[in-house]
């Protein structure tokens, strides 16, 4: 496992997928612009990565906007771990 890019910004993330990633973990609120922008670029890439949220915003709209955008998975910042 390597890490080929942090960025904290959606256009620091666009230009980190040109690497050709094989994972991309994305927050949705970026001080630049929405996470889903992201998501939708990198699910349209070829081959695409796979695409995990991780982010604050637990509410339906945001899951299912992130999820019909390309994510594969969603995790909340501040889910408990299941037992």
């Known amino acids: 496992l390597s890490v080929l890019a942090s960025v904290g910004t959606l256009a620091d993330g666009l230009r980190a997928l040109h ?4 994972v991309v973990l994305v927050d949705l609120g970026l001080p630049d612009g929405s996470g889903e922008g992201l998501i939708r670029v990198a699910a349209a890439a070829d081959p695409a990565p ?3 949220v991780i982010t604050v915003f637990g509410d339906e709209r945001h899951v299912m906007s992130a999820i019909e955008a390309g994510a594969a998975g969603y995790l909340l910042k501040d889910a408990e ?3």
Request: proline share 20%.
């Open 81 to 83: 771990p299941h037992a």
């Open 50 to 52: 796979e695409i995990l």
């Open 19 to 22: 690497s050709g990633p094989d």
